[in-house]
């Protein structure tokens, strides 16, 4: 059985079914795992402004990635500032999100008129981008960098190989970032900070859904450093190994990152997760592991475990009970929802109302 899953009571046919599952259960905007809601708490602003703007690729308001068309004496449909947009453009931009449109006279569809404005809101937005320029420096860049690198926990030369395998350089994808830390600040600026939820809001919306904060079953999301030890290990090796252990966890009570040292120490697939398995039912877990986790608080770490599998320091990091969540654990979330639903509108409102008040927008006839 893969050490991934040591903790648990489970069958080799159903580690193979649930191993991506269990190891990354849902995986959130910026690549670091987020929480059974799919929201990934973000290290700074620009991180939150990151999860907005991907969150409008989806919606088909802004390409983070763009796709230069190439030139040709393609139909003109529209202009921004004079920059004609057409009709491959416009093709190219509903291709990018999954959206066909008809082969012949496709400018008469709403297909194409979507589309269109949708090209139209990112030529808007790009120019806009350009206000901007002088804002950015290289710190900032430096620190969007790092912050990819720590939500996935792999370091800069683990990164870059990782560029290089893609055939990326990493002065490409440098002048890639920088074009997207300018445009996270400019939302960040112009949309996110101008929009609140208040208290009353996220309470209403809480009594009205309480189906969507009901706990049907009981789960653990458990983090763990495993030391492990080899079936025919003799007695020097599982005290050497037990001492390891423990040794660990003094370092963590003593304030150490959990994430760090399992990254570092740990012998489970995991630890380049930063030690994190998941969720898991009390049933699902062997019966030296449940007993010591039911004893457990969020946040609280275990005496050292010993299994079959070696030496486990274990993290409850969230544990849910079944019934109605309180209002003050699932607040975050709601306002999250919320503040997402708002942003994507509010976005909508400053392209559509004040950019195109800045710029010379003009369709063809």
Same mark, same amino acid.
């Given at each position: 059985?893969?050490?991934?899953?040591?903790?648990?009571?489970?069958?080799?046919?159903?580690?193979?079914?649930?191993?991506?599952?269990?190891?990354?259960?849902?995986?959130?905007?910026?690549?670091?795992?987020?929480?059974?809601?799919?929201?990934?708490?973000?290290?700074?602003? &620009?991180?939150?402004? $990151?999860?907005?703007?991907?969150?409008?690729?989806?919606? /088909?308001? *802004?390409?983070? +990635?763009? %796709? @230069?068309?190439?030139?040709?004496?393609?139909?003109?449909?529209?202009?921004?500032?004079?920059?004609?947009?057409?009709?491959?453009?416009?093709?190219?931009?509903?291709?990018?999100?999954?959206?066909?449109?008809?082969?012949?006279?496709?400018?008469?569809?709403?297909?194409?008129?979507?589309?269109?404005?949708?090209? &139209?809101?990112?030529? $808007?937005?790009?120019?806009?981008?350009?206000?901007?320029? /002088?804002? *950015?420096?290289? +710190?900032? %860049? @430096?620190?969007?960098?790092?912050?990819?690198?720590?939500?996935?926990?792999?370091?800069?030369?683990?990164?870059?190989?990782?560029?290089?395998?893609?055939?990326?350089?990493?002065?490409?994808?440098?002048?890639?970032?920088?074009?997207?830390?300018?445009?996270?600040?400019?939302?960040?600026?112009?949309?996110?900070?101008?929009?609140?939820?208040?208290?009353?809001?996220?309470?209403?919306?809480?009594?009205?859904?309480?189906?969507?904060?009901? %706990?049907?079953?009981?789960?653990?999301?458990?983090?763990?450093?495993?030391?492990?030890?080899?079936?025919?290990?003799?007695?020097?090796?599982?005290?050497?190994?037990?001492?390891?252990?423990?040794?660990?966890?003094?370092?963590?009570?003593?304030?150490?990152?959990?994430?760090?040292?399992?990254?570092?120490?740990?012998?489970?697939?995991?630890?380049?997760?930063?030690?994190?398995?998941?969720?898991?039912?009390?049933?699902?877990?062997?019966?030296?592991?449940?007993?010591?986790?039911?004893?457990?608080?969020?946040?609280?770490?275990?005496?050292?475990?010993?299994?079959?599998?070696?030496?486990?320091?274990?993290?409850?990091?969230?544990?849910?009970?079944?019934?109605?969540?309180?209002?003050?654990?699932?607040?975050?979330?709601?306002?999250?929802?919320?503040?997402?639903?708002?942003?994507?509108?509010?976005?909508?409102?400053?392209?559509?109302?004040?950019?195109?008040?800045?710029?010379?927008?003009?369709?063809?006839?």
């Amino acid at each position: 059985m893969g050490r991934q899953l040591a903790i648990a009571r489970i069958s080799r046919e159903s580690l193979r079914k649930r191993n991506a599952r269990l190891l990354y259960p849902e995986t959130g905007v910026c690549g670091k795992r987020a929480d059974r809601r799919g929201l990934v708490p973000w290290p700074s602003p &620009i991180c939150r402004a $990151l999860a907005l703007m991907l969150s409008l690729v989806v919606f /088909g308001l *802004v390409v983070s +990635a763009r %796709v @230069d068309a190439q030139e040709t004496l393609d139909q003109v449909v529209a202009s921004v500032d004079g920059e004609p947009i057409t009709v491959e453009d416009v093709r190219e931009y509903a291709r990018i999100r999954g959206v066909t449109l008809p082969a012949d006279e496709p400018r008469n569809s709403p297909a194409f008129k979507e589309a269109l404005q949708g090209a &139209i809101d990112e030529k $808007l937005f790009d120019e806009e981008v350009k206000s901007i320029k /002088g804002e *950015v420096d290289d +710190a900032m %860049v @430096d620190r969007y960098i790092q912050s990819i690198n720590a939500q996935n926990h792999v370091s800069d030369q683990e990164f870059r190989e990782a560029l290089r395998q893609r055939n990326i350089s990493y002065e490409d994808f440098r002048k890639r970032a920088r074009e997207q830390v300018e445009r996270m600040v400019l939302i960040q600026r112009e949309v996110r900070e101008k929009v609140k939820i208040p208290d009353a809001e996220i309470e209403a919306y809480y009594k009205s859904h309480p189906e969507e904060f009901t %706990v049907k079953e009981e789960r653990y999301q458990i983090a763990q450093i495993l030391i492990a030890v080899e079936p025919d290990a003799s007695q020097k090796e599982i005290s050497q190994a037990r001492a390891k252990a423990q040794a660990i966890r003094a370092r963590i009570l003593e304030g150490e990152n959990f994430a760090a040292l399992a990254q570092r120490y740990s012998d489970d697939p995991s630890k380049s997760n930063g030690g994190e398995l998941g969720w898991f039912k009390p049933d699902e877990l062997l019966d030296e592991i449940r007993e010591v986790v039911s004893k457990l608080n969020v946040g609280d770490i275990s005496p050292v475990v010993q299994t079959s599998h070696g030496f486990h320091i274990l993290k409850v990091e969230d544990h849910e009970k079944p019934g109605l969540q309180p209002l003050s654990k699932v607040r975050d979330q709601i306002e999250a929802k919320l503040m997402q639903t708002r942003l994507e509108k509010e976005f909508r409102r400053w392209v559509r109302e004040d950019l195109a008040k800045r710029h010379v927008v003009e369709y063809a006839p």
